[in-house]
């Protein structure tokens, strides 16, 4: 009887162990899908906060556009800034994450972008970068339009005849922390209202991939 006391106590101490395995194994199994799924939830939120970043971008360099007198100073590469800068035209911007954001590399990545347009292709120009919100840094560019038939990416053309007079190109990128990324393109027409005032009219708006 004594024996058979010890093959149950044995007995009882292996289902113990084995019972403790698999709750371990469940509860770690549990912590995993908990962390992906907060994760996911991170990146999706992350992802909408740079798309509604990018997309303000744009409004406001379409906003900015009013204040340029001569938008060929602009397309030429003349400097001309919007108001909403946070300071020289160059160098990096650091992230909440440590990552860094290079206003020359991202005007050379996005003028390196394959275009099917040939000369008429735009050439954008740094126009308008900054912080917009606590976590998310934006940068806008503004180019000729494509539609231009003129040859010329850094002067808009004029003439009833040119599809693309008055008509410029804007780039908008809003980097955020963990590697958010949204780049949205619009067309705008410059034109004046009823009364003779100027604004800007948006034609299209759409993302572009990565």
Known sequence: RHRASQHELAMTLVVALMSLVLLSALG????VVMTTELRATTNYAMSRESMYAADGALQIAAHELLTVADVNVLLSGGGTLSAFVDGPPSGPRRLGDGSTVDLT???TAANAEPRPWGANNPV???????????????I??????????DGDPLVDGGGVTNPGARILALRAEAF????????????VR?????????????????????
């Open 105 to 107: 590399q991202a005007t």
């Open 176 to 187: 955020g922390v963990g590697g958010a990324h949204k780049v949205l393109e619009a067309t």
């Open 28 to 31: 770690i199994s549990l912590a």
């Open 140 to 149: 806008a560019w503004a180019a000729d339009d494509s539609h231009e038939n």
């Open 190 to 210: 410059r034109e004046e209202d009823t009364a003779g005032a100027p604004r800007i009219r948006v034609l299209s708006w759409h993302e572009i991939r990565q």
């Open 124 to 138: 954008w120009r740094l126009f308008a970068f900054g912080w917009l919100g606590p976590r998310t840094y934006v």
